[in-house]
């Protein structure tokens, strides 16, 4: 890849800087509400208030009581924060040390689809990996979501540089089309080692 034609990074987070683990949500959920993390699981989705709550069209007392409708559980606000915030595990591995030394060769910024609840716990669990980057675009403070064109059209102008010369990792297959749709150039993020093998490549 031609380091000449990338002018900034654009990483998502889940899963690229920070693991996370919905596993890890329906647990804890299964163990305060004493029922099976299968159920849980199944009954979970990234439904219509899912989504609004990452756009901050609805808070999150709105939509843990739409979690309880769908869920089947009657667990108070409380409890299903502490599950809905046991998704953060660990920084990828390795990232910190590779952004650190990334981020003064090149521009780098992040944007995730996430809630107010979520960032409040990611910005203060990972602020040292996170410092690195000049701006993290949330979805909740957006008002717009991937894989939403608007989202990426917004990013770019922000960065302040064509949309083709912005590299973006993401671990969604269809976020990485739909930036590719937007003019993009977007890498799958497949595993641990994706991010690493292709800043090599560019010789960062």
């Known amino acids: 890849m031609d380091l000449s034609s990338v002018d900034a990074l654009l990483f998502d987070l889940g899963n690229v800087v920070i693991r996370i683990d919905f596993e890890c949500v329906f647990a804890r959920w299964a163990a305060h509400a004493g029922c099976h993390a299968a159920l849980l699981r199944e009954r979970f989705s990234h439904d219509r208030p899912y989504q609004r709550h990452e756009r901050d069209e609805i ?18 606000d409380a409890r299903l924060l502490d599950g809905w915030n046991a998704v953060f595990i660990e920084e990828m591995p390795g990232i910190r040390d590779l952004l650190e030394g990334v981020a003064t060769k090149i521009p780098i910024y992040a944007f995730t689809n996430t809630n107010r609840a979520h960032a409040a716990c990611y910005t203060e669990q990972f602020a040292p990996v996170l410092a690195h980057f000049r701006k993290v675009f949330a979805s909740c403070e957006m008002g717009l979501r991937k894989p939403e064109a608007a989202a990426f059209a917004h ?8 949309a083709g010369r912005i590299l973006f990792f993401d671990d969604t297959l269809g976020h990485v089309e739909a930036a590719r749709v937007c003019g993009l150039r977007a890498v799958h993020v497949t595993s641990d080692e994706t991010v690493r093998e292709t800043v090599a490549a560019l010789g960062l």
């Open 59 to 76: 808070d999150a007392a709105t939509y843990f009581a739409s979690l309880r409708s769908s869920l089947g559980v009657d667990l108070d």
């Open 155 to 162: 990013i770019v102008k922000e960065i302040g540089v064509p």
